[in-house]
């Protein structure tokens, strides 16, 4: 039972930061930083 409560216990680290990255990315998207508001040949999006 222990193994399996460890288990359970690194998933929702690893759950918790996934989101944590995704909130992050999500923030770096809408404010444009890091390359985000160019696309692949560096021409600003509209």
């Known amino acids: 039972m222990d193994f399996v409560t ?3 216990l690194i998933g929702f680290v690893i759950l ?4 944590f990255w995704a909130l992050v ?3 770096l998207v809408l404010v444009g930083a890091g390359g985000y508001d160019r696309d692949g040949r ?3 999006l509209d």
């Open 42 to 44: 560096g021409v600003p």
């Open 25 to 27: 990315e999500t923030i």
């Open 6 to 8: 460890a288990i359970i």
């Open 16 to 19: 918790a930061a996934v989101g």
